[in-house]
């Protein structure tokens, strides 16, 4: 049985995954303004500035998944979820996406798969802390 969509349908159905595409950028650019820029504008601490392209490839390279993971838990100079205790790993994420992307990588807005991987390196990085 084939099913035959009409093309305003699926016209209708790229205009809205463009808007939500959209929509997650400027979240992360958004938070990026208002949480991130603070260390990562300036470089406090070391922090990485944003479009530093040498700074960030070593970052880059540890993967959406670690790097995600390990900043939104806290590392280095760095407090969790960026000094901003409201902060969702989604909202997190959207921002480090918009950073990187902003500084020679090529990350996409974490669908819920890489959310998901996301969280279980989470809770492995506080297991370790718990160790020691």
């Given at each position: 049985m084939k099913l035959h969509y009409p093309l305003q349908l699926i016209a209708t159905i790229f205009a809205l995954l463009s808007v939500s595409s959209s929509a997650n950028a400027q979240?992360?650019?958004?938070?990026?303004?208002?949480?991130?820029?603070?260390?990562?504008?300036?470089?406090?601490?070391?922090?990485?500035?944003?479009?530093?392209?040498?700074?960030?490839?070593?970052?880059?390279?540890?993967?959406?998944?670690?790097?995600?993971?390990?900043a939104y838990f806290g590392v280095r100079g760095m407090p969790p979820k960026g000094g901003n205790p409201n902060l969702s790993i989604e909202g997190f994420s959207d921002a480090l996406v918009y950073m990187v992307n902003n500084s020679g990588g090529n990350w996409k807005s974490p669908d819920a798969k890489t959310i998901a991987a996301i969280n279980k390196e989470i809770e492995a990085r506080k297991a370790g802390m718990n160790k020691k």
């Open positions: 979240s992360g650019e958004n938070t990026y303004k208002q949480v991130c820029a603070n260390c990562h504008g300036a470089g406090v601490l070391n922090a990485p500035k944003f479009g530093d392209k040498a700074k960030w490839a070593p970052l880059i390279a540890e993967g959406q998944v670690t790097l995600t993971a390990h």
